[in-house]
């Protein structure tokens, strides 16, 4: 007899889940997760660069563990995460210690190596705060189809390395919090006016840390539409 589950909080989907190891290349095991819808292939990929470690951000970290949670089974999006190094979470400890978004580079383009080991399909850099540095600064170079900000502050991000997707085709998208502590949507107007093709998005009452229902929905919702708008929006029940 089917269950209609009403997607909400933090419900847990119906998912491969695999607990994996991203090996870098300057020595470094980071652990990680991969989560695959349950009964058929992925339409595309997400490579998830969390928040910042020192002050809190893990691959668990609360937008994207409900990403795992959630769209392998609503929108067959496969979810990669990983702890940056030096990094813990409930998932365990990376080798390494924190690098300042400089050694974290080997981190980003080990996740990369994994996904097309893996030959996971159209490969999308999901940064949230200082993940969206290290998308910035590396997944340019990356064979990617783009990347997804959500609260970039643009603190590590230097013009020169803005300037280098403005000569890239790779889309760029970013949300906007009205209420973020460090760039606020008037602000990343400015900042990023060098790129005239990133989409903009602006999310009213929203906060830098993306807190509540309504902020995770709005978050998914924006990244399936990228990814997979065939599911956008995303369905608010599940028949399991």
Avoid: C
């Avoid at 997760?33 to 009964?39: D, F, G, Q, T």
């Avoid at 997804?148 to 300037?163: A, D, G, Q």
Wanted: hydrophobic share 40%.
């Amino acid at each position: 007899m089917s269950q209609i589950i009403e997607v909400k909080s933090s419900v847990e989907l119906p998912s491969r889940r695999e607990a994996i190891t991203l090996h870098t290349s300057d020595g470094l095991s980071l652990v990680g997760e991969l989560a695959l819808p349950l009964n058929r292939e992925p339409v595309a990929t997400l490579i998830m660069l969390h928040p910042l470690p020192t002050h809190g951000g893990f691959m668990d970290s609360h937008i994207y563990r409900k990403a795992a949670n959630r769209l392998p089974a609503l929108a067959d999006i496969a979810v990669l995460r990983f702890n940056t190094r030096g990094t813990s979470s409930p998932h365990g400890t990376s080798d390494g210690q924190f690098g300042e978004g400089v050694t974290e580079e080997a981190d980003v383009r080990a996740a990369v190596a994994f996904a097309q080991q893996r030959n996971l399909p159209n490969l999308w850099v999901v940064g949230w705060s200082f993940g969206t540095e290290l998308a910035l600064k590396y997944a340019v170079d990356e064979d990617v189809l783009g990347a997804i900000l959500l609260s970039p502050p643009l603190h590590r991000t230097t013009h020169e390395e803005l300037l280098r997707w403005s000569q890239s085709d790779k889309k760029l998208v970013a949300l906007i919090p009205e209420f973020d502590d460090y760039l606020t949507p008037s602000q990343a107007q400015l900042r990023f006016a060098m790129l005239p093709n990133i989409e903009l998005i602006g999310v009213d009452g929203a906060k830098h840390l993306w807190v509540g229902e309504s902020a995770t929905k709005r978050v998914l919702d924006e990244i399936v539409r990228v990814v997979n708008p065939q599911r956008y929006p995303l369905a608010e029940t599940f028949t399991a």
